[in-house]
């Protein structure tokens, strides 16, 4: 039910960054552009989960203000939880400091909500709906 | 084969950061203390992977140096290999840097090396031997 559907690692170069995955023998997906968020991607399958290269097109990229704060490493930890709408109204009952207010929908049509690191020991963590529901 | 064996985050109270993970119905360990390290920590199994939350008991533990550096969020990503010893003569042969000569052992006599994290886009980089093997 619940596991790591991806890890988000911001990187200033994808071409560099994915050296060391393609040495240890793992697969390396085609680079995808997302418009939206200014950025190029590579997924890595590793078991059950995903590693995603995270790379900035534009300055205007929230990776590329990441890059410039933080440097290279992690960006945010994906989490597939089996009710997103009852996850998300349980946590605002507790008083859980969410990023938006309300469930978005990506690319390819996935539900997500972003935890503040603030709430989560300093780390960006993204709630997805289960492909299984 | 390949899989996350766990993502070490850095806290500085477990009491605090865990709270999170208990809203989502996840199981947390008790609390275990490697004096080695100078840390305390609890496990979240997530699917086939672990979040590991580390919290220093001393100015001395290298995750109390990291969260002064840093601040708190992912310390390491640690990936099951297959074959840790001909993964580490691969990658040493490729000039991939490492954080130490040799594979070391450490508690409950699991195998692991650390990739440098200029060689990994920014991430330090544990591998650790698949337990199939």
């Known amino acids: ?9 911001a990187v200033k170069s994808i071409a560099a960054a994915k050296g060391i995955y393609e040495k240890l023998g793992l697969k ?3 680079e995808e552009i997302v418009e939206g ?3 190029k991607l590579v997924m890595i ?6 590693l995603e290269l995270l790379e900035p097109i534009s300055e205007s990229s929230p990776i590329a203000r990441f890059l410039a704060k933080r ?5 945010h930890i994906s989490l597939r939880v089996p009710d ?7 946590l605002k009952s507790e008083g859980v400091r969410l990023v938006s207010n309300e469930i978005k929908v990506g690319a390819g049509g996935h539900r997500y909500m972003f ?3 603030s709430s989560a020991g300093g780390v960006l963590l993204e709630l997805v ?5």
């Open 1 to 9: 039910m619940f596991n790591i559907d991806h890890l988000g690692i």
């Open 28 to 30: 390396i997906s085609p």
């Open 37 to 39: 968020e200014q950025v």
């Open 45 to 50: 399958p590793v078991g059950e989960s995903r």
């Open 71 to 75: 440097g290279e490493g992690l960006h």
């Open 84 to 90: 997103l709408a009852a996850v998300v109204k349980k």
């Open 115 to 117: 935890v503040h690191p």
């Open 129 to 133: 709906e289960s492909r299984d529901q």
